[in-house]
């Protein structure tokens, strides 16, 4: 039997565990549960050699550079990464995965996964994951069906069947959408229901041949995308007029609901997808009162309730069941009840033009990061960080000249024909219009100031003229 392909989802923008999750910076990048990020757990439980080959993750080409250095600083360098050039739902998404494990085996057993779930219990998963791919090798199509704790609406639910596919996999009686309350206190009440995860194992030769029968539209985009797939880099970029031409649609509409090979993993994982604040509290470990805390946090008469802080301190007086959450451009306060609600704050910034929902304070790029310090009239003082070895594109603007200060570190600045070392507490002046770049030439990182000045100091105001990491000038990510 061939290894097991874990296919990795790493879309979406978890707007709902905002202002932590920003749509450059989403919940599976962020170490929400752990020391370690939603992905890198993730890539953690199916990193057993002997049962799982090298990861293939799937995600926004905005986000690549972040998932690259997260898979490098986890170990899990060897998986592929697939470029999706827009989002269209989990059924393209997976026969992009499928398609291109199958060109390295055509026998490629796949386990279609989301980069920001949590599994708590990790035998558990290998119990079910074994399970379902018996029943694969039947050529069943398994979706694993968690045990309810909660008369939760937030989920769809599989109702299971009577008759057994193989041992600890069921057929399915039917799928219900997301119900309403009632409804759910009912599915738990009488049993035999289960939440769908959204998580699958199937050979990918069958997910083929059931979308070439329910959504060959689909497939034939998503055969053309790969077709004219190019490398870049370290990843793998589909054909994107094919890929934009495929119609949006999820797993279970596309192919599950349709199948008449489609069986269910009936399994208790311990899991969550983590969709809101109000579940990231009902999973953290809870002090006397019941509270949640992380970072900096002070907090007297309060129960209940799930408090963060990534800077400052934070102080909470005389309050039950909220969230606050404090980053160093926002803060969250909220019931904990009503922390799914959180979107529409989200919603809000988007519809005024606020680039709070987008970025945090702090931009990572492929070369390091920066992050804003002071912005004024005409002028903007920045904190640049440069990873060792790394560089930034060579490239000018037409709106602002800079001024760059080393703080730590040595500093190669190319300056139109001069090359120009800076080590710490020396200084260069890029005059409007000049052709610079910078690099890191050492091996510690290299920190710099750098004050703007000009009538315009927006992000796009670069013309990259060579960029090692092959972004275009529409693209600063």
């Known amino acids: 039997m061939s290894k097991i392909v874990p296919a990795v989802m790493c879309g979406g923008s978890g707007s709902r565990l905002w202002p932590m999750s920003r749509a ?3 919940k599976q990048l962020l170490p929400l549960i752990s ?27 905005e986000h690549r550079f972040l998932i690259a250095a997260q898979m490098q600083e986890g170990g899990f360098e060897d998986g592929a990464i697939i470029l999706e050039p827009a989002g269209r739902n989990t059924a393209p998404a997976v026969a992009l995965a499928a398609l291109q494990a199958m060109r390295d085996d055509a026998d490629a057993m796949l386990l279609v996964l989301a980069a920001d779930h949590l599994i708590a219990d990790q035998d558990a998963f290998i119990a079910a994951v074994d399970a379902a791919s018996a029943a694969a090798e039947q050529g069943y199509l398994v979706t694993f ?3 309810p704790n909660a008369p939760s609406t937030g ?27 009632a409804t759910a206190e009912g599915f738990l009440s009488a049993g035999g229901y289960r939440w769908n995860s959204g998580m699958f194992l199937f050979k990918a030769s069958r997910y083929v041949e059931e979308l070439e029968r329910h959504a060959p539209d689909i497939l034939a985009s998503c055969r053309e995308a790969m077709a004219g797939a190019r490398e870049d880099l370290d990843f793998i970029r589909p054909d994107e007029g094919a890929f934009l031409a495929c119609r949006s649609e999820s797993i279970d509409y596309a192919v599950m609901e349709k199948s008449d090979r489609a069986a269910v993993a009936p399994c ?73 609600d959180v979107k529409r704050i989200v919603d809000r910034l988007k519809s005024e033009g606020r680039d709070e929902h987008n970025t945090h304070v702090r931009v990572y790029r492929p070369w390091g990061y920066y992050e804003g310090i002071h912005l004024g009239d005409r002028h903007q003082v920045k904190h640049i960080s440069v990873n060792p070895g790394s560089v930034l594109s060579l490239q000018k603007h037409f709106h602002r000249a800079e001024h760059w200060v080393v703080v730590r570190g040595t500093a190669v600045v190319t300056r139109d024909d001069e090359e120009i070392l800076l080590t710490e507490n020396e200084s260069v002046y890029l005059p409007l219009g000049c052709v610079h770049r910078l690099k890191n030439p050492g091996k510690v990182p290299l920190s710099i100031v750098e004050v703007q000045t000009g009538s315009y100091l927006g992000e796009d105001d670069i013309v990259r003229l060579e960029d090692v990491y092959n972004r275009v000038d529409d693209t600063p990510v």
């Open 155 to 181: 989920y769809g639910y599989i109702k299971v069947g009577d008759a057994a596919v193989s041992a600890g996999v069921q057929a399915i009686e039917r799928f219900v959408e997301k119900p309403d309350l």
């Open 24 to 26: 450059l910076y989403p």
């Open 145 to 147: 069906g968690i045990q």
């Open 35 to 61: 020391e370690r990020t939603m992905l890198q757990e993730t890539l953690g439980r199916v990193s057993e050699a002997a049962r799982f080959s090298a990861p293939l993750l799937i995600c926004n080409a």
């Open 268 to 340: 208790d994982l311990g899991w969550s997808d983590i969709g809101s604040w109000e579940q990231l509290w009902a999973v953290g470990v809870k002090d006397a009162g019941h509270n949640v805390t992380h970072g900096d946090v002070l907090l007297e008469d309060v129960s209940g309730s799930y408090v963060r802080s990534e800077d400052k301190l934070v102080a909470v007086l005389g309050l039950d069941d909220v969230v606050v959450v404090s980053t160093p451009d926002a803060v969250l306060v909220a019931p904990r009840e009503r922390s799914q």
